[in-house]
C-alpha cells in the first residue's frame, strides 16, 4: 500500500509538471467552453412551443401522439407532408411504419424521435400504446431553455471526460524503457510494473476528474449555464466516460512501439472523431449519424456518454442508462486487459 501511494503521489507530481497536461485537461476544456456560451448564447434561450407532427389519419399511433401535452399532431398525407415539411409547417412526419421524415435537425426533430423509438419498444413487447405513460415531462418549466445546440455542449463534457486518455497513456509510457528515461529505470528495478501501472491509472482517473469538477463548476457559476437536473446520473456517466478514457490510453500505449508524440496523435484523433460523431461539431451531424448509421451512434463510448447525459437532464429519460453504463465497462475491462496482454509479451533487447 506504502508503494502504491508512493507511486501515486509521484506520477501526480509528473503530471503537473508536464505543461501539456495543464493547458489541454485544465484550461482547453474551460476554453472551448467559453467560446461554445459566446457562440451560441444568443440563440440558447427561448420557450419550446408546440411540437408539431405530420401524420395520417388512418395511423394506429395517431391518438397516442395527440395524447401527448407537448406534441400537436397535423393529420396529412405522405405526399402533403413533404412540401409541410419543405415550409416547416410541421417539425416532422410519421408514417404508418413509424418511420420518422425530417426536413431539418433541431430539439423538436429529435424530441420526436425519442418519442418514436419508445412507442417501437412498447410495440415490440406486444403492449398496447395507451398503457404507456407518455405524459412524463420531456420539457420541464425551467429559467434554461436549451435548442438543439444543447447536444454540442454535452458532447464536449462527454468528450472532456474521455480527456483522461492523456494520462493513461502517460502512466504506460512511463513503464516503457524504449520511451521514457524512468520506463528504463523501473525495468531493471525490482519495482512491480502493475503496481506502478495501477498507481498510473488511479492518478488519471483522480486528475481527470478533478478537471471534469473544475469545467462544472465553472460552467454552472461563471458561465451560468445549466446543464445537470439529474446530478447523480449525471455524474455516474461521467465518472464511466472517465473509466474508458484511461482504458483506451493504456491501449493505445500498451499496443505498439511508436513514439509518445505518434501515441498522442492517435489519441487526439479518436477522441475528436468520437465526439464529431456525437455532435461536438454540430447536431445535424448526430442526426445523420443517428439516422443512418443507426448502430455506430449507439456502440460509440462518447454518444454513449453524451446521449445518455441528453436524455436524463433534457428529458428526464433514463432509458438505456444501465446499457450505456454496462457497454462502457465492458469496453473499458476489455481494453485493460489487452492492454496487460501486450505489456506482458514486452521485451527489450538493450536499455
Known sequence: MKNLIRNCIYQAKHNFRDKGFLFWSLLYPILMMTFFHIAFSGVMDFKLEGVKVGIERENPVKDTLASIEFIDTVETTEKAAEELLEKEEIDGFIDSKLNLAVSESGINQTIIKEVVDEIRQIGALGMPYESYDFTVDYISDRDQRSNSLVVMFYSLIAMVAAYSVYPGLESVNLIQANLSDIGARVSISPLKKQSFLVAGAIVAMGLNIMSNAMLLLFTKYFLRIELFYSL???????????????????????????????????????????????????PWIKLAVDTRFGTLSRINPISIVSNNLYRVNFLGNTDGLIEGVVLLGAYSALLILLSFVFLRRRRYDSI
Open 232 to 282: 447523480k446520473y449525471s455524474l455516474l456517466l461521467i465518472l464511466m466516460g472517465n473509466v474508458f478514457g484511461v482504458s483506451l490510453g493504456m491501449f493505445i500505449g500498451a499496443s505498439n512501439r511508436k513514439s509518445l508524440n505518434f501515441k498522442t496523435a492517435v489519441c487526439i484523433a479518436t477522441t475528436l472523431f468520437l465526439a464529431a460523431l456525437s455532435g461536438l461539431f454540430g
